[in-house]
């Protein structure tokens, strides 16, 4: 298609996007709730399947039967020194009204363990990494006891899985005031914080290592898949887990003795933060669940492509929620219908897309991505031929455009980005983004390279929602978009996710769904429209050389801190300097790290930098094309990235393959970029290390010929 046609066709999309329809959407599908397995989940699919089928898209709903944990038992309960039970209970409020519906999951957490442990408190603060390390020194250990962490600064499922390969039994994950309650602002109902009782609730799989249903790892579970038992399954949680809300946490904290928390550990809440771990706190924590196989309905809806039926565009948001979801996902599901509306009206107006339009709503995103992985599982080697790109969302809010992916999409980001007006300063979105950017950056010198930049700066996909299939397992090109920054609030996974709080808190008026749609439908039908694919290699090889910078600079960092601690360990500096009332274990000197030699990888990069930079020129001169090898050359393009798949997977978690991006293994959501390299340096593995870095310089290497025959192509053509 044209530029031309292309812009009327986008002109006539945007005409036929409404914001009302949006808001009536969300108000219908966040009704009742309907979380994976319950009625309320049925009706809501249902009703998206006869939605897309009045819009006139080929639809049906692929059901999947995967595992789900819901409540039988919680008990929390503080039983030294004094005697206190947990409410474990969101309240109702007048102000919002859904929040007393009947058929509300409880407050807990997916995939924590059955069991019934009694023992000692001991506050972890985000119960990080670094925060075990802290306590070590403070000669505080976890062993046998129950900790509590607070929410934020990790992926909630960390939180557990950290504590229990630090020893401890049992974990409480509490919602701090200071993180979002009555420290950020007013609490809900009044404002849109979280009061003393709300609750996030969450999964707690270890979805680092594979999301999805943990009994069909690599394969879709269908009626009659092989499944692993439940004690093989290596992503569910080994100690019981329960989430509170800060009603529920102040007691248990109040009864902590001990050294008093770092000043950085301190929360909001009006007390003293002590450790504990002294035997003077102690709880009981009991959980059991009812661990039934539940159908899970995805919603996928078809609109043929005209002249390349066999290659895919997809674009997915989950439908299911933890309670009533009107943000989370509910908002970004009303959005991907408005865009199939307008399509579909397109469509019936004499508008025909060239390539495969495929439109899906997930169920079971809130377990840990069961839909989308069992989905894109079961069709992996359709998906590995056909899927041109996979597009997400999850849920939208009021701001600035968040846009994160696969690098060699950056620059078709940023032209969407520049094409799309902000509905509040009409500006483009990519204006306010870059304005923003540019008054948040911390020295002088950023702010002026925010300013001055030209490019759209698309973020690293970790993981926590539903791309992680596509783009980590299958190495499909992905992005995933939303608005955001100006809707803060504490509703997150709690019954108060509600229609009303999100017409007063989220996005009144629903004009940012509009934006979304413009942006995402802008996606689609250029992806599904284009002559020549998008993919511009020069962003991918820019962003690769980055990481590369990154990881090289993380060694020689890393080199010196060790030998400077070192030095003060010999030094006994760290007992000289602390008050000698509190007792310190002898600490132990760190190992030297050696010099890693990345020069491989980097001649590999800087080849690449030259095939990428002959191919976009090749790209660039294209006009229109008679020729049937521009589909042979298209095809190169949008499978270039799987050749950036590692065959054998990540170290320790094979499921994950893509050498550039995956969700950290001690981190959940946050990315790691090069994280093969990345994490064996953080973990001080250095032959793995070494490994590593020679497993990516393959990687390069076969994107880089890929790109070669491409250009070969492309010359033919020419
Ligand atoms: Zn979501």
Redesign the pocket.
């Known amino acids: 298609m044209s530029r031309p046609q292309q812009s009327d066709l986008e002109q006539k999309f945007d005409l036929l996007l409404k914001s009302n329809s949006i808001g009536a959407n969300i108000k219908e599908l966040s009704a009742e709730p309907h979380h994976l397995g319950s009625p309320g989940g049925k009706r809501v699919a249902d009703a998206i399947l006869k939605k897309f089928r009045e819009y006139g898209w080929d639809a049906k709903i692929e059901t999947y039967h995967v595992l789900f944990p819901t409540p039988k038992t919680r008990v929390l309960e503080l039983t030294e020194p004094t005697r206190f039970s947990a409410t474990l209970k969101e309240l109702a409020v007048s102000e919002d009204a859904t929040s007393g519906q009947e058929g509300q999951l409880p407050t807990y957490v997916a995939w924590s363990a059955d069991g019934d442990v009694t023992g000692d408190l001991v506050y972890v603060n985000f119960g990080l990494p670094e925060d075990y390390k802290q306590l070590e020194k403070l000669n505080i250990d976890v062993k046998g006891k129950i900790v509590i962490a607070r929410y934020g600064h990790s992926w909630r499922g960390m939180k557990p899985k950290i504590a229990y390969e630090h020893g401890a039994i049992g974990c409480i994950i509490y919602s701090d005031p200071k993180e979002d309650g009555y420290f950020q602002g007013d609490v809900y109902p009044k404002g849109a914080f979280k009061n003393e009782y709300t609750v996030q609730r969450g999964s707690v799989m270890d979805m680092v290592v594979y999301p999805g249903d943990p009994l069909t790892p690599g394969i879709g579970s269908t009626l009659k898949a092989k499944r692993l038992s439940r004690e093989e399954a290596t992503t569910i949680l080994k100690i019981p887990v329960l989430p509170i809300g800060y009603h529920d946490a102040l007691p248990l904290l109040s009864a902590l003795e001990g050294p008093v928390a770092p000043q950085e550990w301190r929360g909001a809440l009006p007390i003293t933060y002590k450790i504990g771990g002294n035997g003077k706190a102690t709880v009981h924590l009991k959980t059991e669940f009812n661990w039934d196989i539940v159908p899970a309905y995805d919603v996928i809806a078809k609109i043929k492509g005209f002249e390349f039926p066999d290659e895919w565009v997809i674009r997915g948001n ?1 439908h299911d929620a933890w309670v009533n979801g009107a943000s ?2 509910i908002s970004g599901q009303a959005s991907l219908l408005e865009e199939a509306k307008a399509i579909g009206q397109l469509v019936r107006s004499g508008y025909k897309p060239k390539r495969t339009l495929v439109y899906c709503a997930w169920d079971g ?2 377990q840990s991505l069961l839909g989308s992985t069992e989905w894109a599982e079961d069709h992996q080697n359709e998906l590995s031929q056909k899927a041109v790109a996979y597009i997400n969302t ?2 939208n809010g009021r701001g600035f455009l968040g846009a994160e992916g696969s690098h060699a999409l950056e620059n078709f980001v940023t032209e969407i980005a520049k094409d799309v007006k902000d509905p509040q300063t009409g500006s483009s979105v990519f204006e306010r983004r870059q304005a923003a950017e540019a008054v948040r950056a911390g020295t002088p010198k950023l702010k002026k390279e925010a300013l001055a930049k030209d490019s759209y700066s698309l973020g690293a996909l970790g993981t926590g ?1 539903d791309y992680s299939s596509f783009l980590q397992h299958l190495g499909i090109p992905t992005l995933s978009f939303g608005f955001g920054g100006e809707d803060a609030g504490g509703e997150y996974h709690s019954i108060y996710d509600s229609y009303d709080n999100f017409v007063r808190f989220k996005d009144p008026g629903f004009a940012y769904g509009v934006a979304l749609s413009q942006v995402v439908g802008r996606s689609v039908l250029r992806l599904a429209d284009a002559d020549i694919l998008p993919f511009d290699f020069r962003s991918l090889q820019k962003t690769i050389s980055k990481y590369l910078e990154e990881v090289s600079h993380l060694s020689d960092q890393l080199r010196e801190v060790n030998a400077v601690d070192n030095q003060l360990v010999k030094a006994k500096s760290y007992q000289l300097a602390t008050d000698p009332k509190i007792v310190f274990i002898a600490l132990t000197e760190k190992e030297s790290v050696p010099v890693l030699d990345f020069s491989n990888l980097k001649t590999s990069l800087d080849s690449l930098q030259k095939s990428a930079n002959q191919l976009y020129e090749l790209q660039k001169k294209f006009n229109v094309i008679p020729d049937k090898k521009i589909d042979k050359l298209n095809v190169m393009l949008f499978q270039a990235e799987k050749q950036l798949l590692i065959p054998a997977g990540l170290p320790r978690r094979s499921w994950y393959k893509h050498a550039i991006y995956a969700p950290g293994f001690y981190t959940g959501y946050g990315v790691k970029t090069l994280p093969g390299i990345r994490e064996a340096i953080e973990e001080g593995h250095w032959q793995e290390a070494r490994e590593q870095i020679e497993i990516a310089t393959k990687a390069v290497n076969r994107l880089n010929v890929a790109l070669g025959n491409a250009i070969q192509i492309a010359r033919e053509i020419q």
């Open positions: 989950h989370d996902p995103e809130e999850d849920g929602s």
